[in-house]
Structure formats: structure tokens, C-alpha cells
């Protein structure tokens, strides 16, 4: 079973930049993982920021920005908002075994 | 599109685990969709546990650590899909979600979300 991996917490100050990263065991996270990026927060019903790596929903804010970067999926917030403070989840799919799988999730505390 | 859960929010231990989720402003017989289910519980995050869809036949996935005890079935003339997870223990106390993941040429993406079903495994 594939393992996926993100940053357990990270702190950014209001205003600022933060990357959250994405690996797995493979070591290469590519277009084919179809990477998502997901907003959770508590009581509510998750959101998909990113799809697909780079995609983005028009209810994500343009702030947010995903990429591939040295073999990981990456999420770019810049100008970090209070509203930002989340957990965000990574979802890659694995073509070979047909199934979706979830990284441990980033808390991301904005402080 | 709107997906919403519905089932009992309590299941004994060993006992099966029985939801649905009702769609609404899409089909379950989508030829460019895939109906999912996911949970989260109180110690873990987000997990993803299986699919089902429709092209020209029906597909499932499931994830391996759940095959064995998990079921996802489609009612086309309700137009929802279901999940049964047997053999319940305290582990599988969850929010359970459904999500609809629309594939594209290039892309996939887990576009609308349920608003998720508590279920707690307690005797």
C-alpha cells in the first residue's frame, strides 16, 4: 500500500507565504497521480481546492495555487488570510491498483 | 449537483454498516462520473474508501485495507449509491462523505461533496 506524506503542522503569519508538500513512496509524484488539494475545516463538509495538480476551482480563492515541484504535489498559499486555518489533505490516484489515497493532512495555523 | 447521506448514526459491534447518498442534478449512471465514499474519524483524517461507476457496466474499487468488508452498490431508479461495511468494530466510528469525482480527458476531480453522516459503532 502506497503511503503519502505531508507536513503533520505548519505556522504562517497573516500576509505571508507558506508551501504545504506532497510525497509518497514512490518518490515521484507526476500528472498521473492527478494530485487534489483539500480544505477541511471543523463541521464542515471538505472542499477540493486544486484538482489535478494545477487546477483550480472558481470557489478557491487566487491565493491558492498548486504545482509539481522536485517530485512532490505542492500547495502555494501567498498573502495568508485567518480564514486560511485548516487541515489540508493531499489525494493522489494510483492508475495500477485503480484507487484514491490520502495524505495524513497539513494543520495549518495561521498566528 | 447535491449529495446527501442518510442512515443510522448508531451500529453495534460485528453488525453492518448500511448509508446512502441521494443525488441530485446528476445520474449515477454518469458515463463521466465516479460516485465515492470517504470518512473521517475522530483520531484519523480523511480516508478514502471506495467507487463505483458506470461505463457501458459497473466498476467498483475499493481501498485494501476495506475490500473484504465493504460493499458499494448503485439504485438507478433512485438514483443514489450505497455503502455497506460489515463486521463494524469501534474503529469505524466516522463522519462517512460522499463525493462525486468527474472525469475529464486529463483531469479528475472530486468537484461536490456531501455534507457527511455521523456513525458511531458502540454496543
Known amino acids: 500500500q502506497t503511503v503519502v506524506t505531508q507536513e503533520p503542522s505548519l505556522t504562517v503569519s497573516p500576509g505571508g507565504t507558506v508551501t504545504l508538500t506532497c510525497s509518497d513512496t514512490?518518490?515521484?509524484?507526476?500528472?498521473?497521480?492527478?494530485a487534489h488539494w483539500i480544505q477541511h475545516k471543523p463541521g464542515q463538509a471538505p472542499r477540493t481546492l486544486i484538482f489535478?495538480?494545477?487546477n483550480k476551482h472558481s470557489w478557491a480563492p487566487a491565493r491558492f495555487s498548486g504545482s509539481l515541484l522536485g517530485g512532490k504535489a505542492a500547495l502555494t498559499v501567498s498573502r495568508v488570510q485567518p480564514e486560511d486555518e485548516a487541515d489540508y489533505y493531499c489525494l493522489l490516484f494510483y492508475s495500477a491498483t485503480q484507487v484514491w489515497v490520502f495524505g495524513g493532512g497539513t494543520k495549518l495555523t495561521v498566528l | 449537483v447535491q449529495l446527501q447521506q442518510s442512515g443510522p448514526g448508531l451500529v453495534k459491534p460485528s453488525q453492518t454498516l448500511s448509508l446512502t447518498c441521494v443525488i441530485s442534478?446528476?445520474?449515477?449512471?454518469?458515463?463521466?462520473?465516479?460516485w465515492n465514499w470517504i470518512r473521517q474519524s475522530p483520531s484519523r483524517g480523511l480516508e478514502w474508501l471506495g467507487r463505483i461507476y458506470y461505463r457501458s457496466k459497473w466498476y467498483h474499487d475499493y481501498a485494501v485495507s476495506l475490500k473484504t468488508r465493504m460493499t458499494i452498490n448503485p439504485d438507478t431508479s433512485k438514483n443514489h449509491f450505497s455503502l455497506q461495511l460489515s463486521f463494524v468494530t469501534p474503529e469505524d466510528t466516522a463522519v462517512y462523505y460522499c463525493?462525486?469525482?468527474?472525469?475529464?480527458?486529463?483531469?479528475?476531480?472530486?468537484?461536490?461533496w456531501g455534507q457527511g453522516a455521523l456513525v458511531s459503532v458502540s454496543s
Open positions: 463525493a462525486r469525482e468527474t472525469i475529464g480527458l486529463t483531469t479528475k476531480d472530486f468537484d461536490y
Open positions: 489535478s495538480a494545477s
Open positions: 442534478g446528476d445520474s449515477v449512471s454518469s458515463h463521466t462520473a465516479a
Open positions: 514512490t518518490g515521484e509524484v507526476t500528472e498521473g497521480n492527478y
